[in-house]
């Protein structure tokens, strides 16, 4: 089997049985092309050894992170994995090949102030403000409408970026205050939205063309296309808008939809969900992918005790205000409600409450 019959196959193998979203199955195939270019068509995938692999790991490690790296061998082990399954090869020439340690970052989630600031800035750009009225004041007025609601629903959900942008409006249920999303492994689960998102949602679809046609996309780009049909908006796109939110609400770092996914699973854990609950929520196979939040809620604890506790520091005891604040941050933590019941037929993903709202706190 040559390489080119052989991508073909891996690439119907990632996508249906592996049930790869479209941009994982594209990274996979890059990275076995990029293995290819390095050792050169004339070697068959067959005669690939573990001196091949190693060769192109080590051109890499100078100019790629060690997650990067790590992703690209497991895309290459599952593919001689395949072709040892299709009986192409008789190992896997990865099997001793170890995988790049990765440093143990925590999540770095905001403040729930700084989601509020988020959700009710304006766009930050380089770009002259339009005048009233016209056309320009319209479609900014349309931007400002769809951004909200895409900030809004990304912190109320903790959603993906590559989730949000793969809603369609069908999937919204606004009366019930859910959204159906299909996360990874095509895996549905429905996710509570919060009152704030709902009403954010609902201005953004009374503004929208199309916005009754339920199987077009939510959220669509303003950039003209000659179809007559909208054009979805790109994850890209979407990190664009956060980015320049961000930029607009003075926040001085910056703001990715992963890291409003970290401040939603974080708000939850300290507000008192259970672990399991944000597990569902957020579409996780395994808890110890949720567990990380666990150490980012101590932190949190951590930190107001060392701002309040007249023991904590060695520079002696802490003032009112200390304490005050120590007061503010156990309120503002609370204590969750009880998951509701879910609808008989339709599993519902962790507590019927979201995080706390910006602004409700």
Known sequence: MNWTRAIEGYGRHLASERGMSPHTQRAYLSDVRQLTIQ??????????????????????????SAATRGRKLASIRSFFRWLVREEVRRDDPTAGIPMPKLEKRLPRPLSIDDCAQLASAQRRTSRRPAPEGGARAQADRWLALRDRAMVELLYGTGIRVGELVALDVRDLELRAREVRVM?????ERIVPIPERAREALSAWLAVRRHAGVLREP???????RREESPRRLAA?????????????????????????????????LDMGADLREIQELLGHA?????????????????????????????????????????ASAARRRGSARPPKTAPAGRRRAGPSSPPPEPGKA
């Not at 939510?218 to 003209?224: A, D, G, V």
């Open 286 to 326: 395994s808890l110890s992918t949720t567990q990380k939040y666990t150490a980012v809620s101590i932190e949190h604890l951590r930190d107001a005790y060392d701002q309040a506790h007249p023991r904590a520091r060695d520079r002696g005891e802490v003032g009112v205000s200390g304490g005050r604040e120590a």
């Open 39 to 64: 050792i050169g068509a004339s070697i068959s995938p067959a005669r690939v050894d573990a001196d091949h692999v190693r060769g192109w790991l080590a051109g890499l490690n100078k100019r790629r």
């Open 183 to 187: 996360g990874k492994g095509n895996k």
């Open 218 to 224: 939510l959220f669509i780009s303003l950039r003209p």
């Open 236 to 268: 890209r796109e979407a990190r664009r808008v956060l980015d320049e939110r961000a930029r607009g609400a003075d926040l001085n770092e910056r703001v990715h939809p992963h890291r409003l996914r970290h401040s939603y699973a974080t708000h939850l």
